[in-house]
């Protein structure tokens, strides 16, 4: 059975940092692109960083440019986002996804495009 799972969501003063995790089973990551996407209550889900199957290439939503950061670890079969300089409003569900890129380098924040999705990892920034 496919399934991605993530972790490490949390409550966390703004101005601090979280770091999350995406754990794959029943497939290998290195075969997909990896996608994190969040949903605030009362909101549409948005995009918010993905990486290539290559590792070589990465794109972030300009709200979390310089404040986020995307990797991933094939030999653990695991994706990360590290979330720094957290604010308020980057309170929300957190979803990892996993799809079949075209090419090595291929990367998009569509969600339609992506296959496979995680339950979700609840953060909330508050004082």
């Known amino acids: 059975q496919l399934q991605l799972v993530e972790s490490g969501g949390g409550l966390v003063q703004p101005g601090g940092s979280l770091r999350l995790s995406c754990a794959a089973s029943g497939f290998t990551l290195d075969k997909y692109i990896i996608g994190w996407f969040r949903q605030a209550p009362g909101k549409v889900r948005e995009g918010v960083s993905c990486?290539?199957?290559?590792?070589?290439?990465?794109y972030y939503a300009e709200f979390v440019k310089g404040r986020f950061t995307i990797s991933r670890d094939n030999a653990k079969n695991t994706a990360y986002l590290q979330l720094n300089s957290l604010k308020p409003e980057d309170t929300g569900v957190y979803y990892c996804?996993?799809?079949?890129?075209?090419?090595?380098?291929?990367?998009?924040?569509?969600?339609?495009?992506?296959?496979?999705w995680g339950q979700g990892t609840q953060v909330t920034v508050s004082s």
């Open positions: 990486i290539s199957k290559g590792r070589s290439n990465t």
């Open positions: 996804a996993a799809t079949v890129p075209p090419d090595s380098d291929y990367v998009t924040l569509f969600s339609y495009e992506y296959d496979y």
